[in-house]
């Protein structure tokens, strides 16, 4: 049990673009020293870190050419943007069981100006897409527009819906400096008479490409107590495959809608103090807006085929009934692999949003519904 052992004392990200310069090694050092600044900590006292095991960039490479101590924990976690929260959730674990000290999480990726993953498929597939490409699914988009006309379908779910989280998205970014949106206003009719990326997803329906990387600190809770900035606990913390265990969507067996997310979010409840209704500021992975649909469901805010409605009479804005993504999540801010919904998340903690919610005490932070996953609570 992780309850409130391990706090994240300092976050830090490089700047959003389309395009950088610089490497995505260089930009996942610039990230992680910034945040080791943030947190008011020596790189040399650095002994665990966690990424993906889509980042590029090695722990020995970050280690050797940031002067950290010696390393003794490190993991990688699986499935692109089902990892974010579980490497937060691993040096948690590696914190609160003394296997370390001082550790980093961190997520670079040049999206907006690298390869396209689809674009490298094989010629002979051997894994579950061995079921969709060879049908034409061969982007997440396609996928996800098949599951978003099912879920119309059968939920009476539309389009306005789906406008309800990409422009309250796009709201927050607008006031977030920060954001590869801002300060970029996007009406309702521009959402409309948007291009199709892959019918009935929109242009607006899919996250940005962008280049960038974000990183966070994580000490032990009696450490944070004296570094610079009120701590942000990890109060709990998750990872979840659903059966009968989809790599990407479970559209060929059971039903496509009983996602990742909900054994993850089964057992995040379960090792927390807090419910759903305790919940008033969430960062829900938001790669495509149907994902955020799902993610309400599974996590508990409503019950099934509920999601669409779950949106309306402005629930999504701060003072509503859960504000949603309030830094403009991967919609509106940027698209790395949803680490910026954990560093958003602390800053809701720490009262320092640039939308903050009044009042929130406690954060709900997940990765991406479809895929296996992982999700955090976080308490100020």
């Keep these: 049990m992780i309850k409130d052992k391990a706090a994240i004392v300092g976050i830090a990200e490089t700047a959003f673009a389309r395009r950088l310069e610089a490497s995505e090694c260089e930009l996942a050092s610039m990230a992680i020293l910034a945040a080791l600044e943030d947190a008011g900590i020596a790189p040399s006292e650095v002994d665990a870190l ?31 943007g089902g990892a974010g929260c579980g490497t937060v959730l691993h040096l ?53 527009a098949v599951l978003t ?78 570094c610079r900035h009120r701590p942000v606990y990890i109060h709990a913390g998750a990872q979840g495959i659903s059966a009968p265990h989809p790599g990407f969507m479970n559209d060929y067996c059971g039903t496509p809608f009983r996602t990742p997310s909900y054994a993850a979010a089964k057992a995040l409840w379960r090792g927390s103090d807090f419910k759903p209704d305790d919940i008033k500021v969430a960062q829900i992975y938001d790669a495509f807006t149907t994902m955020v649909l799902l993610s309400f469901e599974a996590y508990g805010f409503c019950g099934r085929g509920e999601g669409a409605a779950f949106t309306e009479n402005g629930a999504l804005d701060p003072g509503g009934r859960l504000a949603l993504n309030t830094s ?40 991406c519904d479809d895929v296996p996953t992982s999700a955090l609570i976080l308490r100020n």
């Excluded at 050419?65 to 390393?71: A, R």
């Excluded at 948007?194 to 929109?202: M, S």
């Excluded at 919609?331 to 640039?354: C, D, K, P, T, W």
């Design 92 to 144: 948690a674990m590696a914190v609160a069981s003394g296997q370390a000290e001082v550790a980093v999480a961190w997520r670079s990726r040049k999206r907006g100006s690298g390869p396209r993953v689809w674009a490298t498929s094989a010629e002979r597939l051997y894994d579950g897409y061995k079921y969709t490409r060879p049908y034409g699914l061969v982007r997440p988009a396609d996928e996800l």
């Design 328 to 367: 403009g999540g991967s919609l509106s801010e940027a698209y790395v692999h949803g680490f910026n919904l954990i560093n958003e998340g602390v800053r809701q903690m720490r009262g320092s949003s640039a939308n903050q919610v009044p009042g929130a005490d406690v954060c709900l932070v997940t990765s």
């Design 50 to 80: 966690s990424s993906y095991t889509m980042e590029r960039t090695e722990e020995i490479e970050i280690a050797g050419n940031l002067g950290f101590g010696d390393i003794r924990f490190f993991s990688q976690v699986g499935y692109g």
């Design 149 to 226: 006309r099912r879920y119309m379908h059968e939920f009476g779910a539309t389009r306005e819906h789906l406008a309800n989280v990409a422009l309250t998205c796009r709201r927050m970014a607008n006031n977030n400096p920060r954001a590869a949106m801002y300060p970029k206003p996007l009406t309702r009719e521009q959402y409309m008479a948007a291009r199709w990326i892959a019918e009935p997803l929109c242009l607006y329906d899919n996250c940005l490409e962008t280049d960038g990387a974000l990183a966070c600190v994580i000490v032990s809770a009696e450490r944070a107590r004296d």
